[in-house]
């Protein structure tokens, strides 16, 4: 990950700019640059992952533009190589220097031409314009803001923005800024054609899509790691990546250590893929100590997100503490796009398309932020293969009738496509533990039990009533929001909502968003 900052006015004193955007050092500890551009400013904390040379810090220039990106930019070496026949000259190996040539060809038609996850603010001397983009999942966090005199302000975490920015908003994905408005440039949501493929043909464009995007992700000039859970789509990323490098990869797991359900999982799919695997085991006083560190790093007060984050951000430290590892691949996105444990619910298969496509135009604010700032928080770099563009956009297209559980087994189509080598078949069939579970049931309990020590009945009945929008239902969702006030004071907004199951389905009308609430869970997280 890097930090980018970018201030689009003249009035900013350079040290008030800079206690802003010192707080995300974290997500860039390697070098650190703050210039004057046009009559604004724009800042960049790196992290070196592609191309490691000094060559490769930021800004990048061009005849008098300029461009902060921290992204990811695949199969740039070809775009890099036609660019070059087209005069442009190149002084470093990093993939996100061919993005002012690239803009210079073609304007802001290129962010629909990017095969990336990104967030970048480019100066166009020219027009003496500033202009920003986010990618079109939003996996690569941005927000945005004005100051007192109306300036706008661009950084990657919210926590940049605080204090100087009356209200802080996330920049929405698929979007462009081009001075005045918000362009829409990709909607992920958007299927033109239904994809009537039959079922065998869907898994096999699953499986293929699924490679090639893990594959990609695997191109880094630093070391890689694999968070593995056990669960079936950590266990495919760790698998197909080692059957790629045809060598051990670095696996961590995390677990509380009373009831870790889903370690034993992990272990298996280790041994059966031959990784180098490793694993974190964490106790009640580390998760109840790591609580307040964790609001502040996420910047939401969201249950499933603030809960499964924990294990996340200590698996990470450890990683980050105890490794050279700079990249971290995870399993993120699939339920989205194949189902939850409450979509076994959805009434039909329009139902069913309707509920994925919020899921995924609302990713940023919840599974992709949390593995974000879990794993930039800790100076290391999240990749998502499951956020490939081209997989997205296929299984987005794929008739929803297919991906209703008709089965007897969640998520069929993404089992069924991996049948075979890639997995033992109890891993590959064993139903979810949602995240937060899996490191263990004590986990919630153990915070749900902290906060009714927080707040008496009346307390928290007092409490409530002070925020209007998203307001606490539980004493659990009262004290994130109250730890999320201290960091982010009036900033609620940022999260659209709590996410929970859709309580307009019969059986999904629960007050906590833990699948172990529905009725089906059954034998998932055992």
């Known amino acids: 990950m ?11 004193p350079l040290e008030t700019f800079q206690k802003g955007f010192d707080r995300t ?27 490691l040379q000094p060559e490769g810090m930021q800004p990048f220039s061009l005849d008098g533009d300029y461009l902060i990106c921290n992204g990811e930019i695949y199969g740039f070496r070809p775009v890099k190589e036609q660019l070059k026949q087209k005069g442009y000259r190149f002084y470093s190996e990093s993939d996100c220097e061919i993005l002012l040539p690239l803009y210079r060809e073609y304007g802001v038609d290129m962010f629909r031409m990017l095969d990336a996850e990104f967030a970048l603010v480019l100066y166009d001397h020219r027009r003496d314009k500033f ?20 300036d706008m302000l661009f ?39 239904v994809c009537e493929d039959d079922l065998e043909t869907v898994c096999r464009k699953i499986r293929e899509k699924l490679v090639a995007g893990i594959e990609k992700r695997l191109d880094s000039d630093v070391p890689l790691g694999f968070l593995l859970s056990g669960g079936l789509d950590s266990s495919l990323v760790c698998s197909v990546a080692a059957k790629l490098l045809k060598k051990p990869i670095e696996t961590f797991a995390i677990g509380m250590d009373t009831d870790a359900i889903d370690l034993k999982y992990a272990r298996e799919v280790a041994e059966y893929i031959g990784s180098h695997h490793h694993e974190v085991i964490i106790t009640k006083e580390d998760v109840l100590e790591a609580l307040p560190k964790v609001v502040a790093l996420l910047g939401t007060y969201d249950i499933t997100t603030i809960r499964a984050s924990i294990g996340m951000y200590l698996v990470c ?17 699939s339920d989205e796009l194949f189902g939850y444990k409450y979509t076994d619910f959805a009434p039909d298969a329009q139902a069913f398309q309707k509920e994925s496509e919020k899921r995924v135009r609302e990713l940023y604010m919840y599974d992709v932020l949390r593995a974000d700032r879990c794993i930039s928080v800790n100076s290391l770099e999240a990749r998502v293969p499951f956020g490939d563009l081209a997989f997205v956009e296929y299984v987005m297209s794929v008739d929803p009738a297919k991906k209703l559980n008709t089965y007897g087994k969640g998520k069929y189509l993404l089992r069924h496509a991996f049948e075979g080598d890639y997995l033992p078949h109890d891993i590959l069939m064993r139903e979810k533990a949602a995240f937060s579970d899996a490191v263990g049931h004590s986990m919630v309990d153990d915070l749900k039990a902290y906060a009714e020590e927080q707040y008496s009945d009346e307390e928290f009945e007092a409490g409530c009533k002070k ?19 201290q960091y982010y004071p009036g900033q609620a907004e ?33």
Not at 168 to 178: Q, R
Request: with cysteine; hydrophobic share 35%; aromatic share 12%.
């Open 131 to 150: 202009i920003a983009a986010r990618d079109p999942i939003g996996i690569r966090p941005l927000f945005y803001g004005k100051d007192e005199n109306g």
């Open 494 to 526: 940022m999260i659209s909502d709590f996410w929970m199951p859709n309580k307009d389905w019969e059986g999904c009308d629960v007050q906590d968003p833990s699948a172990r609430v529905l009725a089906n869970y059954g034998d998932s997280g055992k």
């Open 2 to 12: 890097c930090s980018i900052m970018g201030y689009c006015g003249k009035s900013m």
């Open 155 to 193: 950084a990657s975490e919210a926590k940049n923005l605080v204090g100087l920015c009356k209200k802080i908003i996330p920049f929405p994905p698929g979007h462009y800024y081009d001075g005045e408005n918000f362009v829409c440039y990709r909607d992920m949501t958007t299927v033109e054609t």
């Open 25 to 51: 050092i974290s997500r860039g500890p390697d070098d650190a640059r703050i210039i004057h551009i046009g009559n604004g400013l724009f800042g960049f904390h790196r992290l070196a992952i592609m191309g």
């Open 467 to 485: 925020y209007a929008f998203a307001t606490p239902f539980t004493k659990e969702s009262l004290l994130y929001r109250d730890l999320f006030e």
């Open 317 to 333: 430290k450890y990683v980050h503490e105890k490794t050279d590892i700079r990249v971290l691949l995870t399993g993120e996105i």
